[in-house]
């Protein structure tokens, strides 16, 4: 999949950023709902696993592939299957 912007400009959302905190493992957790609650200022449980896999699965690893064309080599990441 790749991701392509629509336009040139960056927009900052304020109020998003001024509602950014550092949060522990378990103030996380503890705001995690139920797929039928309301999201505001909650967690869903599908970026709860994203953030877990984040914070606990496997490293992510690089290889330098050399470019069968010359040049500058590709790297390709790859993580450990659990």
């Known amino acids: 999949v790749k ?3 629509t336009k040139e400009q960056i927009v900052m959302d304020t ?3 001024l509602a950014a905190e550092w949060m522990s493992v378990e103030k ?3 705001l995690v709902v139920d ?3 309301p999201l505001d200022g909650k967690v ?3 970026v709860w696993a994203m953030i877990d896999q984040a914070l606990t699965g496997p490293l992510i690893t690089s290889t330098e592939l050399p470019n069968s064309r010359g040049g500058q080599a590709t790297l390709l ?3 450990a299957k659990q």
Do not use: G, V
Request: avoid cysteine.
């Open 3 to 5: 991701l392509r912007a």
């Open 15 to 17: 109020h998003e950023l």
């Open 28 to 30: 996380i957790k503890s």
């Open 35 to 37: 797929p039928s609650e």
């Open 44 to 46: 869903s449980s599908n």
């Open 77 to 79: 990441y790859t993580a």
